[in-house]
């Protein structure tokens, strides 16, 4: 059995953001006011059903930007404790998507999150899917 980390280390290979890896998602991120955000143009391999983005490929995105915008707004390392995610609507594979994060609470070292998924072109419409995170404080390296 191996050993669990007692740090975890950036090495800038995350599926998610990272620049290093050559099959990652290589999201970027920005902010809007309190609001930490993503967009995304979906690749055709990331389709679950017909014409839409898998769930899977969501959260892993919202679960990425709820994290990074607590390292990079508020200067916290975090790990994902828990996240729930609620498929509202179908998220259409053929246009960019806008994903939002907010900080909603702090605890500690706990720390909880809410995401959004609408079509980049509507940032005001009913939310395609929601998430809601907790993320717990760990060592920085």
């Known amino acids: 059995m191996s050993k669990q980390p007692d740090v975890f280390i950036d090495n800038?290979?995350?599926?998610a953001c990272g620049g290093k890896n050559p099959l990652g998602l290589h999201l970027d991120f920005y902010g809007d006011g309190d609001v930490f955000c993503t967009r995304v143009l979906p690749k055709p391999h990331w389709q679950g059903f017909a014409g839409v983005v898998?769930?899977?490929?969501?959260?892993?995105?919202?679960?990425?930007?709820m994290s990074n915008h607590l390292f990079r707004v508020k200067g916290v390392w975090a790990a994902t404790a828990d996240l729930t995610l609620r498929f509202r609507r179908p998220v259409p594979l053929?246009?960019?998507?806008l994903f939002t994060s907010r900080v909603e609470s702090q605890h500690g070292k706990v720390w909880t999150t809410s995401g959004t998924c609408v079509p980049a072109d509507q940032p005001d419409a009913l939310p395609l899917t929601?998430?809601?995170?907790?993320?717990v404080e760990v060592?920085?390296?």
């Open 139 to 141: 060592p920085a390296p």
């Open 54 to 65: 898998h769930g899977g490929i969501q959260s892993t995105i919202i679960d990425d930007l």
């Open 12 to 15: 800038d290979f995350c599926f």
């Open 94 to 97: 053929d246009r960019e998507l």
């Open 130 to 135: 929601t998430a809601a995170g907790r993320f």
